[in-house]
């Protein structure tokens, strides 16, 4: 069990925040890692300063004609479990252990990419979300110069308003304070019912 003192959570759905960015959540379908389907609505949870974050991104993204989409977000912890023990050994790099939780357990981590604002349609990265391979690392060299201009924009943007990259996913985007929540494991209904 972890100890304290955490800040009270404050799960806020993102769209309720800014309802332009778009929501493409893969485990609310069969389109991921595992083809499972793992919540029961595509909803997109984070606490309330990671949420306000993400609306001033999108902000200045849309001046660009681009905006945000989310894969995930807040990530109850029995699903980080789940994920863990359906993930080989030799690929676990890319799944969060259970024993210490995730950062999309505490509401402070996203998943994400660029889309086209007026259409919605993702921007083409250099690797795919989700894609277990050297091309996902944020500093691979590979893929066109495009893909990987994209990807540098989108980590300048985010870095810019408190959020730190995961190295090994270009996606994967944490917020500043993430050590400061606890783990959670409400469900996205649970969370709904407040």
């Known amino acids: 069990a972890e100890a304290g003192p955490f800040r009270a959570a404050d799960l806020t759905e993102v769209i309720a925040v800014d309802p332009t960015i778009r929501l493409d959540i893969r485990y609310a379908t069969t389109n991921n890692f595992t083809g499972a389907k793992f919540y029961d609505q595509p909803k997109a949870f984070l606490q309330r300063p990671a ?3 993400l609306a001033r991104v999108q902000r200045q993204l849309s001046a660009r004609g681009l905006g945000l989409l989310i894969h995930d977000a807040y990530r109850p912890w029995h699903v980080t479990k789940m994920f863990w023990d359906a993930t080989p ?3 676990r790099e890319f799944v969060a252990d259970p024993a210490r939780g995730s950062r ?3 509401g402070c981590a996203v998943d994400l990419t660029l889309c086209d604002l007026q259409t ?3 921007i083409q990265m ?3 979300y989700d894609e277990f391979s050297p091309r996902s690392n944020a500093r691979y ?3 066109t110069s ?4 994209y990807r540098e924009l989108l980590r300048r943007v985010m870095e810019a308003e408190g959020y730190q990259i995961y190295g090994a996913e270009w996606w994967h985007f944490d917020y500043q304070d993430w050590q400061n929540y606890p783990i959670g494991n409400a469900t996205f209904e649970q969370l709904e019912s407040r």
Not at 146 to 149: E, F, H, P, Q, S
Request: glycine residues 22%.
């Open 146 to 149: 495009r893909g990987r201009w």
């Open 51 to 53: 949420a306000e974050a």
């Open 89 to 91: 050994e030799n690929l």
């Open 104 to 106: 999309h357990n505490r």
């Open 141 to 143: 060299p590979g893929g």
């Open 120 to 122: 919605g349609e993702p």
């Open 126 to 128: 250099v690797a795919g």
